[in-house]
């Protein structure tokens, strides 16, 4: 039975993760850590979590005193305190499942480097279904990229802080990997005033926000006569909590290293 921790357990995201934990028959709730001064610290992890019994885990606020109580941590935090459980996770030789979304070039870096000491994923999106499109893309850029004008649209809750999503940068970055172009130069976030023709090369991103959405990606390639779309949608969170469990246990017997949920599913 492997034994999982989960950083931000208060937040929706913490909630879906525990109970996720609690219905894999190989996983059972190690830790659930919440911020120090979150009315939530102290709680049972099952109360906290909505599943009508008690998990004799309460929520502590520190990873480092818990340090024995787990075997991999899950954390869909914030890239600030993500950074922070990564080295003590690292202290610790302890794997890290990584969802947090929004993470700038120099944590990315901090990533890579931890992971030469222990084993980490980190995936934009821990979906199956996403990640199967992931490969669909590069299938269909190969195939149409070349005559097709690339748009990717995403649509999230009004409370995701970060965009475009992550997912949606992913796919950029799949997208432009398959055609051989840097994303940094052919990417265009939104569009205003008198933008001119489109340019062929170029992968737009257009970000919507709104409601309780879960999460709608779709990419467009669009040709003079016809038009291809890969979409996904998730309907719920318990979608991307079973993957980074999934992606836990996997975890656990890995060497030392930066994975992707590419990996975990042996794409």
């Known amino acids: 039975m492997t034994r999982i921790a989960i950083a931000g357990a208060a937040g929706r995201m913490g909630r879906v993760l525990i109970e996720a934990v609690e219905q894999h028959e190989q996983a059972s709730l190690g830790a659930a850590f919440v911020l120090s001064n979150d009315p939530m610290l102290g709680v049972d992890a099952g109360a906290l ?3 009508g019994k008690t998990l004799e885990v309460n929520t502590s606020a520190s990873i480092a005193d818990q340090i024995d109580e ?19 996770c690292r202290a610790a030789g302890k794997p890290i499942v990584i969802g947090t979304t929004g993470l700038d070039e120099a944590q990315k870096a901090q990533l890579q480097a931890s992971s030469v000491d222990h084993p980490i994923v980190f995936a934009a999106n821990y979906s199956v279904g996403v990640n199967l499109c992931l490969n669909l893309l590069r299938m269909a850029a190969s195939v149409m990229g070349d005559d097709s004008d690339i748009e990717v649209i995403e649509m999230h809750h009004r409370h ?3 965009a475009p999503s992550g997912t949606a940068l992913r796919m950029g970055e799949v997208l432009a990997e398959t055609m051989g172009w840097d994303l940094k130069e052919v990417a265009v976030y939104g569009r205003d005033g008198h933008t ?12 919507i926000r709104g409601g309780d959405v879960v999460g709608d990606h779709t990419v467009m390639f669009a040709t003079e006569g016809e038009r291809v779309e890969i979409t996904h949608k998730a309907q719920s969170r318990m979608t991307f909590a079973k993957g980074a469990v999934r992606a836990a246990l996997w975890a656990v017997d890995q060497p030392q290293g930066l ?9």
Do not use: C, W
């Open 49 to 51: 979590a909505g599943l």
């Open 70 to 88: 787990f075997d991999v941590l899950i954390d869909f935090t914030s890239p600030v305190s993500t950074i922070a459980n990564v080295e003590l």
């Open 160 to 162: 995701k802080v970060d």
């Open 196 to 207: 001119g023709a489109r340019p062929h090369k170029q992968i737009g991103f257009e970000t």
């Open 259 to 267: 994975y992707g949920m590419q990996d975990v599913l042996g794409f």
